[in-house]
């Protein structure tokens, strides 16, 4: 269903409400205007298309979102991805790739796809995450130290060369704005937590260069001025080429949006008491996205920082979005002339703040501390995102975190026989049994002679599938009669329900009695949907282990010698 929050939200909408999410939206606004120039200019593009984006992205998903308070528009983790392809493509790609990538998220969230998305593994997160903070951090060295590297290689290896042979081009009057922008950011908190600090950087910079004409590099010197207004761009050119090309950028922005918007939205949903709708978020969020491409924007998604400064200040309502977004075509309308003055350093200061916040560092050195395989999989995304590409080391990480969750899964997964003689060391003939403590099992169910209990603990996936073809290539003779207890399965895959065929069809063939027991519900439905559920002799399938041993003894007609002792429930 297509639920958007702000039909929730006017229910009973008091004009108390309406004045307390105007003033959170005008604050968000403040704080969106130098962020949506800064993040627009790292992304290669010009302020007015930040500014445009936050206000088309802020808008709808204002209107389509699924929560109350999501506040969307351009954020520092699509400067490496946009850049890329901006340097690659020009806009006409970065364009498409961001239209392609509104389709997916609305394609997801009709899928209800909202909550799936979610999954993704927190090393792969964090590793591109802090890989994202170093690439923008290591981009914006030029416009902190006031070089004229318009137009750096978008590759980190590349772009270190490019500042290397520049650095005879560092301006002191650049360098002191930055690092006068940095401190003010950062310290200004202790200070007042109501004001931003990013705007109160912005206006301690430019007021002296407006004022005394200092020699630094400002909008005007490099973009020529900020335009007035909206611009309607159109729908991005296409060709079957481009479009192929842009396939995996576009997944990697989708993917992107995905996870910050959601993350987002449950981080406001705890500050405000709320629940969105994932799927609606998405579906939201990629509509924003399709209309950032034709008003000449740049990829969008839930701004964390932004959300939180609207719930922070009262903001309860999608109203406060449309606040902020009147704001934010306020100054591109009246105060765009004045905007033209900021100087590029200052922006490059605010933005290396932003990214060192979202570096995730913190949580970064925390897992190094975890398993070997988390740790495997945050470096491998994190290097990659650095030295390659994002949209490989994306792919990277998700492969091999995959990989290593498949073989935990394996681990976890257990396979005991009884009753079963098997070939040990040495040739030695040993005789399998269990007698687990610290379990609710009624002991000494006797175990009939010619009769084998297979107990399966843990996922039957294709890792425990493998072990217990293992196990069987080491049974010295087939029994009568296999039981395989499955009160310890909690799902079965593909690659079990084949084992249990290829086990069905030995019984039949070599006139064996197959018999399952303690199926859990997934297994019971997967078995049915398969058909082998129905494949299965009457009284081949019980309920628990006794009744499995009598219908056992029936077919082996043999009460009286046991082999081995078993546990049953």
């Not at 802090?130 to 137009?151: A, E, F, P, R, Y």
């Not at 913190?362 to 470096?379: C, E, I, N, T, Y």
């Not at 590409?389 to 997964?413: C, E, N, P, T, Y």
Request: one cysteine or more; charged letters at 15%; glycine letters at 12%.
């Amino acid at each position: 269903m297509f639920r958007p929050g702000i039909l929730r939200a006017m229910r009973g909408y008091t004009p108390r409400q309406f004045m307390a999410d105007i003033i959170a939206g005008l604050i968000v606004g403040v704080v969106a205007v130098p962020l949506s120039i800064a993040v627009a200019v790292a992304s290669g593009v010009t302020p007015q298309q930040g500014l445009a984006t936050a206000v088309v992205a802020g808008a709808a998903v204002a209107f389509f979102g699924g929560g109350r308070v999501q506040i969307s528009g351009p954020t520092g983790t699509f400067v490496v991805v946009a850049y890329a392809i901006g340097a690659q493509y020009g806009y006409d790609g970065l364009a498409l790739a961001t239209a392609m990538a509104g389709i997916m998220l609305a394609v997801m969230g009709i899928a209800r796809l909202g909550r799936v998305i979610q999954y993704v593994p927190y090393p792969v997160v964090i590793g591109f995450s802090s890989g994202i903070g170093t690439v923008i951090l290591i981009s914006q060295i030029g416009d902190l130290l006031g070089m004229s590297l318009v137009g750096a290689p978008p590759d980190v290896p590349a772009r270190i060369v490019t500042y290397l042979g520049a650095l005879g081009q560092i301006s002191l009057a650049d360098t002191v704005v930055s690092l006068v922008t940095i401190l003010i950011v950062v310290f200004w908190k202790n200070i007042s937590k109501r004001v931003p600090g990013a705007l109160v950087a912005i206006l301690v910079v430019t007021i002296p260069v407006f004022v005394f004409d200092l020699s630094v590099v400002t909008i005007n010197s490099r973009f020529g001025g900020l335009p007035r207004g909206m611009t309607w761009y159109g729908i991005p050119p296409v060709s079957l080429e481009l479009i192929q090309q842009m396939l995996m950028p576009a997944f990697t922005i989708a993917l992107l949006c995905g996870i910050e918007s959601l993350f987002t939205a449950v981080v406001a949903d705890g500050m405000v008491g709320d629940r969105h709708d994932p799927n609606t978020e998405l579906i939201g969020e990629g509509i924003a996205n399709i209309a950032c491409a034709v008003f000449g924007g740049i990829p969008a998604s839930g701004a964390i920082a932004r959300t939180a400064t609207n719930a922070k200040n009262g903001g309860r309502t999608p109203i406060a979005a449309l606040a902020n977004v009147a704001l934010v075509l306020l100054v591109m309308t009246l105060l765009a002339p004045l905007a033209g003055y900021i100087p590029i350093a200052a922006l490059a200061g605010v933005l290396a703040v932003v990214a060192y916040n979202m570096s995730e560092w913190h949580s970064f050195r925390a897992l190094l501390k975890g398993p070997k395989s988390d740790v495997s999989v945050m470096l491998t995304t994190f290097a990659l995102t650095i030295l390659i590409d994002l949209s490989v080391a994306i792919q990277a990480g998700m492969v091999l975190a995959a990989f290593l969750f498949m073989h935990r899964m394996s681990v976890v997964s257990k396979i005991e026989v009884f009753g079963a003689e098997r070939r040990g060391r040495g040739g030695r003939l040993e005789h399998e049994g269990r007698n687990e403590p610290g379990t609710a099992r009624v002991q000494g169910a006797p175990l009939p002679d010619g009769v084998e209990v297979y107990e399966v603990s843990g996922p039957f996936f294709f890792g425990a599938a493998e072990k217990f073809r293992n196990i069987m290539m080491f049974i010295e003779r087939r029994p009568k009669v296999r039981i395989v207890r499955m009160g310890a399965v909690g799902a079965i895959d593909a690659t079990g329900l084949r084992l249990l065929e290829d086990l069905l069809a030995d019984s039949e063939r070599h006139g064996m009695h197959l018999i399952l027991c303690e199926l859990q519900p997934q297994p019971e439905r997967a078995l049915k949907k398969a058909g082998l559920y129905e494949n299965l002799q009457p009284g081949h399938i019980c309920d628990n282990l006794e009744e499995a041993l009598e219908h056992a003894r029936e077919y082996t007609q043999d009460r009286g010698e046991n082999r081995g002792v078993v546990s049953s429930s």
